[in-house]
């Protein structure tokens, strides 16, 4: 289903946002849910480094453009994490 993707770099930023966002909605949750899990930001970046995979996964086809697009929300969701730290 991926291999039909069209290769375009907007198509991969929402693929970059969209996968971490789901991924980080459900670490959030878990982390308010259970006391031992509310200090593990190792989660959110978990959430965060899935993006590697479907970088690696799309280079591999050849879609340069989405891989473009997929670093690029990789940086954002990098930057978003950084500023969460910082207001902790």
């Excluded at 039909?4 to 849910?33: E, N, Q, T, Y």
């Excluded at 479907?54 to 929300?73: P, Q």
Aim: aromatic residues 18%; proline residues 1%.
């Amino acid at each position: 289903m991926l291999n039909k993707v069209k290769d375009s770099v907007f198509i991969g930023l929402g693929i970059g946002i969209l996968i971490p966002g789901i991924l980080g909605c459900i670490a959030w949750f878990l982390m308010h849910r259970y006391a031992f899990l509310a200090k593990a930001d190792l989660l959110l970046i978990a959430c965060i480094a899935a993006n590697a995979g479907l970088l690696h996964y799309f280079f591999k086809l050849n879609k340069e453009n989405l891989g473009r697009g997929i670093i690029s929300a990789t940086f954002l969701w990098a930057f978003v994490f950084f500023f969460y730290k910082i207001n902790q």
